[in-house]
């Protein structure tokens, strides 16, 4: 278990987490969900005990990780951002160099290391320079050396990012396999579908601050039934602000600006007529118009008033 108490964070005058709190269980698959910037890296960096806090509490199991730092470390397996693997040799060399690091000897480690190589799909590369491997084949690579201990916590911090779809996709399927391994998972991406797919629960960061936590049920409750509608073209925002209070009420404005507005509305293919009647009697030119269900990025929106950046 990884549970997270007020966890504050600064560096000088920069704050990057400030005060969150969430518990990570076993079994299950924890997502921090947020942009870059948002303070998801930070957060990884103290769990791990990459950075101290500034102030706050992580446990990991009951260990505390600074007053119990090497035990605590021992039970974790930290799967960075940037790639952690030396490009000059072999896959099984680079799993054997971490795995030993973390304590693996012998018949042990090599045993260890062909089991990694056919989970990540690596075998039939296993004696190949990394340098020779894709970026896809690299990011499996390094999710192989943070299991190679068989951790019972393992943190990964974006994953996948610029990986191709199948390599994503068994990626993903790693994770899972873990999770329903017993081992905690905390997982953090910026990929709104990725999280829905994979976290059995999520909080939502975004400049050092949990928005919103919880299931992914409890966290699509708070959208309510909404759907939200993005509209491109020329906007005076003033005049639509003005024009919708008179005519549409019950639609709230999330963001507008002079090229786009992003609106929130109850049965958009019954009332998106209503809505572009309005628009247009008030000069607004339309280039284009799409419609969302509610999800997580809605929450996103109706939470920080934009939508989720790169």
Same mark, same amino acid.
């Given at each position: 278990?990884?549970?997270? *108490?007020?966890?504050?964070?600064?560096?000088?005058?920069?704050?990057?987490?400030?005060?969150?709190?969430?518990? !990570?269980?076993?079994?299950?698959?924890?997502?921090?969900?947020?942009?870059?910037?948002?303070?998801?890296?930070?957060?990884?960096?103290?769990?791990?005990?990459?950075?101290?806090?500034?102030?706050?509490?992580? +446990?990991? $199991?009951?260990?505390?990780?600074?007053?119990?730092?090497?035990?605590?470390?021992?039970?974790?397996?930290?799967?960075?951002? *940037?790639? !952690?693997?030396?490009?000059?040799?072999?896959?099984?060399?680079?799993?054997?160099?971490?795995?030993?690091?973390?304590?693996?000897?012998?018949?042990?480690?090599?045993?260890?290391? $062909?089991?990694?190589?056919?989970?990540?799909?690596?075998?039939?590369? !296993?004696?190949?320079?990394?340098?020779?491997?894709?970026?896809? %084949?690299?990011?499996?690579?390094?999710? $192989?050396?943070?299991? %190679?201990?068989?951790?019972?916590?393992?943190? +990964?911090?974006?994953?996948?990012?610029? @990986?191709?779809?199948?390599? #994503?996709?068994?990626?993903?399927? /790693?994770?899972?396999? =873990?999770?329903?391994?017993?081992?905690?998972?905390?997982?953090?991406?910026?990929?709104?579908?990725?999280?829905?797919?994979?976290?059995?629960?999520?909080?939502?960061?975004?400049?050092?601050?949990?928005?919103?936590?919880?299931? /992914?049920?409890? +966290?699509?409750?708070?959208?309510?039934?909404?759907?939200?509608?993005?509209?491109?073209?020329?906007?005076?925002?003033?005049?639509?602000? #003005?024009?919708? $209070?008179?005519?549409?009420?019950?639609?709230?404005? %999330?963001?507008?600006?002079?090229?786009?507005? /992003?609106?929130?509305?109850?049965?958009?293919?019954?009332?998106?007529?209503? /809505?572009?009647?309005?628009? =247009?009697?008030?000069?607004?030119?339309?280039?284009?118009?799409?419609?969302?269900?509610?999800?997580?990025?809605? +929450?996103? @929106?109706?939470?920080?008033?934009?939508?989720?950046?790169?």
């Amino acid at each position: 278990m990884i549970k997270v *108490e007020d966890l504050y964070k600064s560096y000088g005058e920069t704050v990057a987490v400030d005060g969150i709190s969430f518990t !990570a269980e076993p079994g299950r698959i924890f997502g921090l969900l947020g942009p870059n910037g948002a303070g998801k890296t930070t957060s990884i960096d103290c769990i791990s005990g990459v950075h101290k806090p500034t102030s706050g509490r992580i +446990l990991v $199991g009951d260990l505390d990780i600074v007053r119990n730092a090497r035990q605590a470390k021992a039970q974790m397996g930290v799967v960075p951002q *940037e790639v !952690a693997l030396y490009e000059e040799v072999s896959a099984r060399e680079n799993l054997h160099f971490w795995g030993g690091a973390c304590g693996l000897r012998g018949a042990d480690l090599k045993s260890r290391a $062909g089991e990694v190589l056919e989970l990540t799909g690596l075998i039939d590369r !296993a004696d190949d320079a990394v340098k020779k491997f894709s970026g896809g %084949m690299k990011r499996r690579l390094n999710f $192989g050396c943070g299991i %190679m201990h068989r951790p019972p916590v393992l943190l +990964l911090d974006e994953p996948s990012v610029g @990986i191709d779809p199948q390599s #994503r996709v068994r990626l993903l399927d /790693l994770v899972r396999e =873990q999770a329903s391994a017993g081992v905690t998972v905390l997982y953090t991406t910026h990929y709104m579908e990725e999280a829905e797919s994979l976290c059995d629960e999520l909080a939502i960061i975004d400049h050092g601050t949990i928005l919103a936590d919880g299931s /992914l049920d409890e +966290l699509r409750s708070l959208v309510g039934e909404k759907d939200m509608v993005k509209l491109t073209g020329t906007f005076d925002p003033a005049e639509v602000s #003005r024009a919708l $209070g008179d005519n549409l009420p019950e639609i709230e404005i %999330m963001e507008s600006d002079e090229a786009a507005l /992003l609106v929130s509305m109850s049965d958009a293919a019954g009332n998106l007529a209503a /809505l572009l009647g309005v628009l =247009q009697e008030n000069g607004v030119v339309l280039r284009e118009t799409s419609v969302r269900r509610p999800s997580l990025e809605t +929450l996103f @929106i109706k939470m920080t008033g934009k939508e989720l950046r790169e």
